[in-house]
């Protein structure tokens, strides 16, 4: 019997992947992948030349067939999940009309204003503003400004031209697909994420009075559609260039995080997941929606249809860990060289303590002023020191958000861990300690997004009746235990690690608030 793939890509910050996904075990049987490219034109912005990213994705698919030599006609459909929360408004012809603004960017820090003004006041927003937000939303704009609805609004204000002759407000998934079919649609989590739909009722549905309220065309907005459905289906020119067959369903899929979530396989009711990639995050998914407004904890629509996923995310992780190979000058990619010199070194790093907020933080802090720290430095820490400090300073980051999120799903004694930082049995061990939990690593914990929208596609062809159904596939590959003796020494250390916030916050704000003026 001839193996049937579902071609998938994975537009990450670090690394854009293509994969050829066995549909009956959702492994990915052939993967190709190339550095992604992001500009940042200015301190705070983050962008994407949208032309050069579809250029990205037509070498990747005409390697990956040519390389793998299989049968076109055993590719099912076609998927794309993309880091969230982007927009790139395009013509009425489809062309970009400047680059993409992602997810990491921050030039619209405190928009929309109505919100952040005016009494009484509650974690920072205005109480009524944040009330009628939180109703019919689920959560509210961060005052970071890395919301689809802040990036709009500062488009509008900054460059009118751009924003009168746009057509459509695309995120970066959703410009993909537009490329491979022709239509402008997006799931229920991106729109979710927009703050500008209503998710009260199992589904988002553009909610008009947002659009009256911040004059706003809900014209210019994409089609919802379930993650599962089939966006459309390849054009003569996308399919050419992509080297795939005409008419070949295009999924709509769902965002990053979404199918990293479902390809982690924890989607039983709150059970919760940690994933460790460029950034990181906790999650669950969740029937009915739930927020902590406090801690910047808050529920959009998942890639499973009708249901949602509480999540906590933290902006940086193994973004860290790359930024101090490269300081340090080990070799791009040797992770090997990282691994030695992270397990030759004691567990709490010589009482050096990293702060992974190299790019502001969301949670438990909606700050966009901290940055990172190296705490207690000397001449006696060694490279060692520093690369086990990144991956103990992640996890303390993880433990606070973790804290707050076991609060709304529950205790759980066993969870599961994904992405590229799970490669790491001694960052996985890490995080174990720290927290005091026992960890599942799902195999290819790297292949979470790949697996995830593989999986949610073989859902919307009818290749698995449902979602349990599919994930049921999925193999585990190790449980990590707490160690008692490292969680003594690392909790001394979180102490430690609170603390210093609560002490040095206004000098971040202090020190980083220029790079936050509109």
Request: hydrophobic share 40%; with cysteine.
């Amino acid at each position: 019997m001839e193996e049937k793939y579902i071609l998938s890509f994975d537009i990450g910050t670090t690394t854009i992947k293509s994969g050829l996904v066995d549909a009956s075990d959702f492994s990915v049987k052939y993967k190709k992948s190339i550095e992604a490219e992001i500009m940042y034109p200015r301190p705070g912005w983050a962008e994407i030349d949208p032309h050069a990213l579809w250029n990205q994705i037509l070498d990747l698919s005409q390697s990956i067939i040519a390389e793998s030599k299989v049968d076109t006609n055993n590719v099912l459909g076609l998927i794309y999940t993309a880091h969230m929360a982007g927009v790139i408004p395009i013509d009425k012809v489809g062309n970009p009309l400047m680059n993409m603004i992602i997810w990491l960017d921050e030039r619209a820090a405190g928009l929309p204003r109505d919100i952040w003004v005016g009494f009484p006041k509650l974690a920072g927003y205005n109480l009524f503003k944040l009330i009628s937000f939180l109703r019919v939303t689920g959560g509210a704009p961060s005052k970071t400004g890395k919301d689809p609805i802040s990036k709009i609004l500062w488009i509008r204000k900054n460059e009118p031209d751009v924003y009168n002759n746009a057509r459509y407000f695309l995120d970066v998934k959703g410009f993909l697909i537009y490329k491979s079919t022709g239509n402008a649609v997006t799931s229920h989590d991106e729109a979710s994420l927009t703050w500008l739909a209503d998710t009260r009722y199992g589904e988002a549905v553009w909610y008009k009075p947002f659009f009256k309220k911040y004059n706003l065309d809900v014209n210019t907005f994409p089609k919802i559609l379930d993650s599962t459905a089939v966006a459309g289906r390849l054009t003569r020119e996308a399919s050419s260039e992509l080297n795939l067959p005409e008419n070949l369903p295009v999924i709509v899929g769902s965002g990053d995080l979404t199918s990293a979530a479902v390809g982690s396989g924890a989607i039983k009711e709150g059970e919760p997941h940690i994933y460790i990639g460029t950034s990181d995050w906790i999650a669950a998914h969740i029937k009915s929606r739930k927020v902590d407004v406090f801690h910047y904890i808050g529920s959009l629509f998942s890639g499973i249809p009708r249901r949602y996923l509480l999540i906590a995310e933290q902006e940086v992780a193994a973004g860290a860990l790359e930024w101090a190979m490269d300081i340090l000058g080990i070799g791009k990619g040797d992770y090997n060289k990282v691994r030695e010199l992270v397990e030759s070194t004691p567990v709490g790093s010589n009482n050096l303590v990293f702060f992974p907020w190299l790019y502001g933080e969301r949670s438990p802090i909606d700050d966009p002023y901290v940055r990172g720290v190296l705490m207690n430095f000397s001449f006696t820490h060694s490279k060692g020191d520093i690369l086990r400090s990144i991956m103990e300073g992640v996890a303390y980051n993880i433990r606070w958000a973790y804290n707050y999120f076991e609060k709304l799903v529950g205790k759980w004694d066993l969870i599961t861990i994904v992405g590229g930082g799970a490669l790491f049995d001694v960052w996985c061990q890490v995080v174990s300690d720290v927290l005091g939990i026992n960890l599942k690593r799902i195999k290819d914990p790297h292949d979470a997004g790949l697996r995830g929208i593989a999986t949610i596609a073989a859902v919307g062809l009818g290749i698995y009746k449902s979602f349990e159904d599919a994930v049921s596939r999925y193999k585990v590959d190790k449980i990590f235990k707490p160690i008692e003796e490292n969680n003594k020494t690392y909790s001394k250390l979180y102490d430690r690690y609170i603390e210093f916030y609560k002490k040095n916050k206004k000098i971040f704000r202090h020190l980083n608030l220029h790079q936050h003026i509109m």
